[in-house]
C-alpha cells in the first residue's frame, strides 16, 4: 500500500540553523500538508499547498517557515532560523483529489529537536 | 473552540469492543463526524467519518445519534495494537480542507 514517507526520522540542530524537513507524498496525491506536534501537545495544521502555492497557512507558519515543491514527488518544509520552541514532530500529509473529498493520509514524522 | 468533548481516557479489555463517545452538540448541518487515531508518535490515521447513517468499515463502525449531538466509534475487537489516542473532528467536507486536532481520547487495550 502506498505511504507517506519522511526524512530524517530525527534532526537535531543548534538554534538559528536553517533545517529542511522532506516528504514524499504518494504518488497521485494533489494536495499536501504539514501539521506539528510538540511533546504532549495537540497535533497542529501548518500549512496546506495545491497546485504548487500555499492554499491556508496558520498563524505558526510565519516567515520562518517556507514550503516548497521542488520537483514532481518531493514537497519541504524549510525552518530559516530555527527556536528552540521549534522543537516538535512534524507530519507531512497528503490527499488524493477533487473527484469527491479525499482522506489525508500522514507520514510517520519528524522529530526536529533543536539545541 | 473545540467542537467537540471527549473523553480524557479510557480502558478496554482486549478482544473486547472499545466504544469510543463523543459529544458534538454544536454540529451544524453541512458538518461530517470523522475519527482519527494516532498511534505513540505515529502520524495521524484516518478510521472512518459519517453525516448522519450508521458507517462500517474494516476498521471501525460510527453510530451517530438522530440528533447529530454525539456519535459512539466502535472497534469491534480491541487488540493491544488499537491502543492510541483517538480523535474525533467535526469538519465541514467542502470548506474545511485542514484538520483541527484536539486533545482526544488515549484508548489503553488491557491484555
Known amino acids: 500500500e502506498p505511504e507517506v514517507t519522511q526524512t530524517p526520522s530525527h534532526q537535531v540542530t543548534q538554534m538559528g540553523q536553517e533545517v529542511i524537513l522532506r516528504c514524499v507524498p504518494i504518488?497521485?496525491?494533489?494536495?499536501f500538508y504539514w501539521y506539528r506536534q510538540i511533546l504532549g501537545q495537540k497535533v497542529e495544521f501548518l500549512v496546506s499547498?495545491?497546485?504548487?502555492?500555499?492554499?491556508?497557512k496558520s498563524e505558526i507558519f510565519d516567515d520562518q517557515f517556507s514550503v516548497e515543491r521542488p520537483d514532481g514527488s518531493n514537497f519541504t518544509l524549510k525552518i530559516r532560523s530555527t527556536k528552540l520552541e521549534d522543537s516538535a514532530m512534524y507530519f507531512c500529509?497528503?490527499?488524493?483529489?477533487?473527484?469527491?473529498?479525499?482522506?489525508?493520509?500522514f507520514g510517520p514524522g519528524t522529530r526536529l529537536t533543536v539545541l | 473552540d473545540a467542537k467537540t468533548t471527549q473523553p480524557t481516557s479510557m480502558d478496554c479489555a482486549e478482544g473486547r469492543a472499545a466504544n469510543l463517545p463523543c459529544n458534538h452538540s454544536?454540529?451544524?448541518?453541512?458538518?461530517?463526524v470523522y475519527w482519527y487515531r494516532q498511534i505513540h508518535s505515529q502520524g495521524p490515521q484516518y478510521i472512518i467519518h459519517?453525516?448522519?447513517n450508521n458507517e462500517t468499515n474494516e476498521m471501525a463502525s460510527l453510530i451517530i445519534t438522530e440528533d447529530r449531538k454525539s456519535s459512539t466509534l466502535i472497534l469491534p475487537h480491541a487488540t493491544l495494537r488499537d491502543t492510541a489516542v483517538y480523535y474525533c473532528?467535526?469538519?465541514?467536507?467542502?470548506?474545511?480542507?485542514?484538520?483541527?486536532f484536539g486533545k482526544g481520547t488515549r484508548l489503553h487495550i488491557l491484555p
Open positions: 500529509a497528503s490527499r488524493p483529489g477533487t473527484s469527491g473529498y479525499n482522506e489525508q493520509f
Open positions: 504518488s497521485n496525491h494533489l494536495y
Open positions: 499547498f495545491y497546485n504548487n502555492e500555499i492554499s491556508e
Open positions: 454544536t454540529i451544524s448541518g453541512n458538518e461530517y
Open positions: 459519517g453525516l448522519k
Open positions: 473532528i467535526v469538519r465541514a467536507r467542502a470548506q474545511d480542507d485542514k484538520i483541527i
